[in-house]
Structures are given as structure tokens and as C-alpha cells.
């Protein structure tokens, strides 16, 4: 049980970053559904990094550039020119896959993966006094209770909680008090940027040490169904994380079992359409 708990939150942990990072862009009016294509460059710039210094804290500084980068591309056209979101959210979702092909194609001479003996793995926080189902995990899960922490206080009892609620819901408004929307929006996709970065690093360089083709299996799209499955709400996204998080782990454990990969693998994805599903009719019901 000990061992399933703890890949359960292994798995969640990089869906809670970017659910976080997400739930405030969309509470802002704005819903990032590029994050999967950020997130797998994240991920292949956080091998890059690690593995030019040696150093995991490089990885996570390069992790976090490039999802800065690709987030304000995002911003540019959805905020600043107001273009369809699904649009450009889909297009970058398409270009960060294909650009981390190309970019391990030229700077590895590889194709399918990249592992160096030159990386150096996000250190595991171990401390005497935590239970052993507690113990030994990512230094970036605990960033992760953390980031959940300031967020979940700041969206309840913070000016700021209220504003972003408020771009969303009547931007009219909150310009007419002297409160710039778009700089909210730009503000929160850093944050959101922040996330992707070291969702895509504890990927890489945390969760393995490499980068492989693909690796992030659609984590971004699943973080993106808990947003949708939280509507703006803190709870119901963690809520969502949790079962997705417990979906990935258990799909594993039930290829360990014997039961057909191709059949264990589809759990996560199935509990993400029957969340949004459920959610959409009790959202329809209560209006």
C-alpha cells in the first residue's frame, strides 16, 4: 500500500503543478490548453541544462525559460490579440512536440531518447522524523504541497484572489476600477509558466533521468481536464489531480497484475472522460 500511495503522488505531482498554474489563468477568463506542449519541452530543456552544467538546479533554471517562452507566445495571441484559444493552444501543442523531436535530433544526434551521465538527479528530501510512506520523496513534491498552500490561502484571503475571480467573470469592471486585466493574465501565465517548468523537470530529471520521445504522455491535456473538471474552483481541481493521479498509479499496478497494457494504460483516460462528463451534468443540473 506504502508503495502504491507513493507512486500515486508521484504521478499527481506534476498534474497539481500545472492544474495550479492553470486554475488561476482560468479564473482570469483565460484556459491554457497548450500546457502539454510546454510541458514536454520543459522537460527536454531541463535535460539540456542539467546535462551542459551538471547541475539540477541549472535544469530546472532551463525548464522554466523555455516554458516562460512558450507561455508569453500564448499570452501574445490570446491576450494581447484575443485569437481562439483552442486555436493557438493547439497549434503550440503541436509545435512543442514537434520542436522537442527536432531539438534532440540536433543537439543529441538522437532520436528516440537522451540519457548523460553528466546529469544530476532532483535530490529526494529524506528527513528522520516523517513516516516512511512520507520519506524519501522529490524535493519538487514538496515544492508542490507548498505552491499548493500559498495559492489555496491567496485565492481565499487575498485582494488578489478576488481580482483574478473578477477578470474572469466581469473584466468590464475591474478595468473600470483602475485594474489592468491584462496584466493579470500575463501575470498569472508566469506563474503558470513557473508551474510547467518544473512539472517538465521532475519529469526529466527527477522521475527518470532522461528524456524520452513523448514521455509526457499526455500530462498536460489530463491537467488541463482537471482544470475544466474545477471550473475556476481550487478543491474540485485537486480533487481531480487526486483521481487522476491515483488512475496513473493504478494503471500500472494492474499491468504488474497481468492485465494487457494496452487495457491498464487506458484507466487515467477513461476516469478523465467520466469526471468531465459528470461534472458538465451536476454544472447543467444546478442551473
Same mark, same amino acid.
Request: aromatic letters at 12%; glycine letters at 12%.
Given at each position: 500500500?506504502?508503495?502504491?500511495?507513493?507512486?500515486?503522488? !508521484?504521478? #499527481?505531482?506534476?498534474?497539481?503543478?500545472?492544474?495550479?498554474?492553470?486554475?488561476?489563468?482560468?479564473?482570469?477568463?483565460?484556459?491554457?490548453?497548450?500546457?502539454?506542449?510546454?510541458?514536454?519541452?520543459?522537460?527536454?530543456?531541463?535535460?539540456?541544462?542539467?546535462?551542459?552544467?551538471?547541475?539540477?538546479?541549472?535544469?530546472?533554471?532551463? /525548464?522554466?525559460?523555455?516554458?516562460?517562452?512558450?507561455?508569453?507566445?500564448?499570452?501574445?495571441?490570446?491576450?494581447?490579440?484575443?485569437?481562439?484559444?483552442?486555436?493557438?493552444?493547439?497549434?503550440? @501543442?503541436?509545435?512543442?512536440? /514537434?520542436?522537442?523531436?527536432?531539438?534532440?535530433?540536433?543537439?543529441? %544526434?538522437?532520436? %528516440?531518447?537522451? !540519457?548523460?551521465? @553528466?546529469?544530476?538527479?532532483?535530490?529526494?528530501?529524506?528527513?528522520?522524523?516523517?513516516?516512511?510512506?512520507?520519506?524519501?520523496?522529490? =524535493?519538487?513534491?514538496?515544492?508542490?504541497?507548498?505552491?499548493?498552500?500559498?495559492? /489555496?490561502?491567496?485565492?481565499?484571503?487575498?485582494? =488578489?484572489?478576488?481580482?483574478?475571480? /473578477?477578470?474572469?467573470?466581469?473584466?468590464?469592471?475591474?478595468?473600470?476600477?483602475?485594474?489592468?486585466?491584462? !496584466?493579470?493574465?500575463?501575470?498569472?501565465?508566469?506563474?503558470?509558466?513557473?508551474?510547467?517548468?518544473? +512539472?517538465?523537470?521532475?519529469?526529466?530529471?527527477?522521475?527518470?533521468?532522461?528524456?524520452?520521445?513523448?514521455?509526457?504522455?499526455?500530462?498536460?491535456?489530463? +491537467?488541463?481536464?482537471?482544470?475544466?473538471?474545477?471550473?475556476?474552483?481550487?478543491?474540485?481541481?485537486? *480533487?481531480?489531480?487526486?483521481? *487522476?493521479?491515483?488512475?496513473?498509479? #493504478?494503471?500500472?499496478?494492474?499491468? +504488474?497484475? #497481468?492485465?494487457? $497494457?494496452?487495457?491498464?494504460?487506458?484507466?487515467?483516460?477513461?476516469?478523465?472522460?467520466? +469526471?468531465?462528463?459528470?461534472?458538465?451534468?451536476?454544472?447543467?443540473? $444546478?442551473?
Amino acid at each position: 500500500m506504502t508503495e502504491f500511495f507513493q507512486a500515486a503522488v !508521484r504521478m #499527481g505531482t506534476p498534474l497539481l503543478l500545472m492544474a495550479l498554474g492553470g486554475t488561476w489563468t482560468l479564473q482570469t477568463g483565460i484556459l491554457n490548453i497548450g500546457q502539454e506542449g510546454g510541458l514536454i519541452l520543459a522537460s527536454f530543456f531541463a535535460v539540456l541544462g542539467n546535462h551542459l552544467f551538471g547541475s539540477w538546479i541549472m535544469g530546472i533554471v532551463f /525548464a522554466v525559460a523555455v516554458a516562460l517562452v512558450y507561455n508569453m507566445i500564448f499570452a501574445f495571441f490570446s491576450v494581447t490579440l484575443r485569437s481562439n484559444i483552442w486555436v493557438i493552444g493547439m497549434a503550440l @501543442n503541436i509545435m512543442g512536440s /514537434a520542436l522537442s523531436i527536432l531539438f534532440l535530433k540536433s543537439f543529441f %544526434g538522437v532520436k %528516440g531518447s537522451f !540519457r548523460s551521465s @553528466n546529469m544530476v538527479r532532483i535530490p529526494d528530501v529524506e528527513l528522520s522524523f516523517l513516516p516512511s510512506w512520507l520519506d524519501g520523496f522529490s =524535493l519538487i513534491v514538496w515544492v508542490a504541497v507548498a505552491v499548493l498552500a500559498v495559492i /489555496a490561502y491567496m485565492d481565499s484571503r487575498t485582494v =488578489l484572489g478576488m481580482r483574478l475571480k /473578477a477578470a474572469g467573470e466581469n473584466e468590464e469592471a475591474l478595468d473600470a476600477a483602475g485594474v489592468p486585466v491584462w !496584466r493579470l493574465r500575463y501575470g498569472v501565465l508566469v506563474v503558470n509558466s513557473v508551474m510547467v517548468g518544473l +512539472a517538465g523537470a521532475f519529469l526529466s530529471t527527477s522521475y527518470l533521468l532522461s528524456f524520452v520521445r513523448g514521455m509526457s504522455a499526455d500530462r498536460g491535456w489530463m +491537467a488541463v481536464a482537471a482544470v475544466i473538471f474545477g471550473d475556476g474552483h481550487l478543491g474540485w481541481t485537486v *480533487f481531480a489531480v487526486i483521481i *487522476f493521479g491515483v488512475a496513473q498509479a #493504478g494503471g500500472f499496478q494492474l499491468q +504488474a497484475m #497481468g492485465v494487457p $497494457s494496452h487495457l491498464a494504460l487506458m484507466l487515467p483516460y477513461v476516469l478523465v472522460i467520466i +469526471a468531465l462528463v459528470t461534472r458538465g451534468i451536476g454544472k447543467s443540473r $444546478s442551473s
